[in-house]
């Protein structure tokens, strides 16, 4: 999906910058380095036929690539959803969501947590909840990896809340608000953190 993004983005800004790129690239990672991670960069390939772009911002991979500059890719984001984005914004709706998580961790809220996670979200976030469920292959963007410690060490619980409650727009992430009360989704939070400490 990012590398859809990265090509359409890169398109538009082409178009409207009037420019055509006369160097070949390969994204190897468009997503920002983790922290503790290796950094990232844009170098020539081996053989200096390409240049690989690692950990870029997708900014950056657009102004070495085609050569544009920053004021050229303002406004390449309303271009590329109005003429590529299957159904407009949808503006959301107030929501309610708690700040800190209000299941304390326990063995108890894990395990509970565990159950409706094995009950309700296997299908796409697989039974390990590596992303891996029998459902992943057809979905794109693929569902979360919550055993990316990078990811689930750095995320509030606020913004967990807010995917399982509400759903993320753009993704198969539906919203479950009518389905898990809030301790059920502090439960569910505190079981897909307790993965991170059992790597440890």
């Known amino acids: 999906m990012i590398c859809r993004a990265a090509a359409a983005l890169a398109i538009a800004a082409q178009q409207e910058a009037k420019v055509a790129p006369d160097l070949k690239f390969e994204v ?37 690539a085609w050569r544009i ?24 709706k107030t929501r309610n969501i708690p700040d800190k998580n209000p299941a304390a961790a326990s063995a108890d809220s894990i395990a509970r947590g565990e159950q409706m996670f094995l009950l309700r979200c296997t299908g796409c976030h697989g039974r390990k909840a590596d992303g891996k469920g029998p459902n992943s292959l057809d979905i794109l963007p693929h569902p979360r990896n919550f055993r990316n410690h990078w990811f689930v060490e750095s995320v ?39 993965l991170q400490n059992a790597r440890k």
Do not use: C, H
Not at 29 to 35: F, V
Not at 38 to 51: H, V
Not at 161 to 185: C, H, K, L, R
């Open 28 to 64: 190897a990672s468009l997503k920002p380095s983790p922290p503790g991670g290796r950094g990232g960069g844009i170098r020539p390939s081996t053989g200096g036929e390409r240049y690989i772009g690692t950990n870029v911002p997708l900014k950056a991979f657009i102004r070495v």
């Open 69 to 92: 500059k920053d004021d050229q890719i303002s406004g390449v984001l309303d271009y590329v959803v109005q003429n590529f984005a299957k159904e407009p914004f949808k503006e959301l």
């Open 156 to 194: 509030p619980d606020r913004r967990l809340f807010e995917s399982i409650q509400y759903g993320v727009q753009g993704t198969a992430m539906p919203s479950w608000i009518d389905i898990f009360t809030p301790n059920d989704v502090g439960d569910i939070v505190n079981f897909i953190r307790s």
